[in-house]
């Protein structure tokens, strides 16, 4: 199975400020025919169910705010918000769908500092 | 729009079998790649499997062939049993719906239900 590793597994950011989240996959998620990273990003709020914010690793879903943005190729990851918002407050989690089983990282937990 | 809705007890006992239905709104279930994913409390997310080809179904190893999705497309839905559960079967159940996927796995998932608490206790 490929493992995802999420890091940190909490951050606290100033509103207005950067966050970055880091994913690393055990191996490499790259598809050389299509040249596609298939790893997505959610987001999750208490009580909710998992967002889709971003797949094939940059591509923002349709309407997701453009402060999200996801880059990265291979087995190393990046989700960042540009600009936090207090509505940007949950856990992200980035998901591999290149090799069965599909497995998702641990976690990041975003707070307001 | 697709919504997707999980129903089912919310409460099973320990080697019973966990039954969950999940009913699709605004669009068919024979296309498509629809699956159950599994988040315990304090925990990740667990992809349990996926139907596709209206009655293809791949599984995550790692339940040990206690997991069965079946489907039925006169009422679109599609169901999950887990048989011999264990208090480590205690999650919120959701069911989600991939646009794309391959013979071996779903690819990313772009609409959930709200999910379902079961509980596995005596």
């Known amino acids: 199975d490929i493992v995802m590793t999420q890091s940190p597994d909490s951050l606290a950011v100033s509103l207005g400020e950067r966050a970055t989240i880091n994913c690393k996959s055990s191996?490499?998620?790259?598809?050389?025919?299509?040249?596609?990273?298939?790893l997505a990003w959610y987001q999750k709020k208490p009580g909710q169910p998992p967002k889709l914010l971003i797949y094939w690793a940059s591509t923002r879903e349709s309407g997701v705010p453009d402060r999200f943005s996801g880059s990265g190729s291979g087995t190393d990851f990046t989700l960042t918000i540009s600009s936090l918002q207090a509505e940007d407050v949950a856990v992200y989690y980035c998901?591999?769908?290149?090799?069965?089983?599909?497995?998702f990282g641990g976690g990041t937990k975003v707070e307001i500092k | 729009q697709v919504q997707l809705q999980e129903s089912g007890p919310g409460l099973v006992k320990p080697s019973e079998t966990l039954s969950l239905t999940c009913t699709v709104s605004?669009?068919?279930?024979?296309?498509?790649?629809w699956s159950w994913i599994r988040q315990p409390p304090g925990k990740g997310l667990e992809w349990i499997g996926s139907l596709y080809n209206s009655g293809s179904t791949i599984y995550n190893p790692s339940l040990k062939s206690r997991a069965t999705i079946s489907v039925d497309t006169s009422k679109n839905q599609f169901s999950l049993k887990l048989t011999s559960v264990t208090a480590a079967d205690t999650a919120v159940y959701y069911c989600?719906?991939?646009?794309?996927?391959?013979?071996?796995?779903?690819?990313?998932?772009?609409?959930w239900g709200q999910g379902t608490l079961v509980t596995v206790s005596s």
């Open positions: 191996q490499s998620v790259l598809y050389s025919s299509n040249n596609k990273n298939y």
């Open positions: 605004g669009g068919s279930i024979t296309t498509y790649y």
């Open positions: 998901h591999q769908h290149y090799s069965s089983p599909v497995t």
């Open positions: 989600a719906r991939s646009v794309y996927g391959s013979r071996t796995n779903p690819y990313y998932f772009d609409h």
